[in-house]
Nanobody, 123 residues
Framework: QVQLVESGGGSVQAGGSLRLSCAAS????????MGWFRQAPGKEREFVAT????????YYADSVKGRFTISRDNAKNTVYLQMNSLKPEDTAVYYC????????????????WGQGTQVTVSS
């Protein structure tokens, strides 16, 4: 059974930082891309960042570029999202997911989603 478990969410003030983790179990994901998405209340789930299986390629949504960094440790089957200079508009539930072999920003291309972790940024 595939499981993705996110952690690291919380409440911070604008300008602060958080580091999200996503631990995968049940299979090896080292040959697949991984991605982070987020969903704010009343809004569609949107793409945040993705990373290739090797970690050598990354792609970000324009809204987080320069502030967020995605990384992975295949030995630990874990993907991370370092979030700096947080803004109130970053408030959402953040989800990690297993992606396709190539990088994609489309949620339809992702399988196996975690349960999400709440990030709240106050002004």
């Amino acid at each position: 059974q595939v499981q993705l478990v996110e952690s690291g969410g919380g409440s911070v003030q604008a300008g602060g930082s958080l580091r999200l983790s996503c631990a995968a179990s049940g299979r090896t994901f080292s040959r697949y891309s991984m991605g982070w998405f987020r969903q704010a209340p009343g809004k569609e789930r949107e793409f945040v960042a993705t990373i290739s299986w090797s970690g050598g390629n990354t792609y970000y949504a324009d809204s987080v570029k320069g502030r967020f960094t995605i990384s992975r440790d295949n030995a630990k089957n874990t993907v991370y999202l370092q979030m700096n200079s947080l803004k109130p508009e970053d408030t959402a539930v953040y989800y990690c997911a297993v992606g396709p072999l190539n990088l994609s920003s489309k949620k339809e291309d992702y399988n196996y989603w975690g349960q999400g972790t709440q990030v709240t940024v106050s002004s």
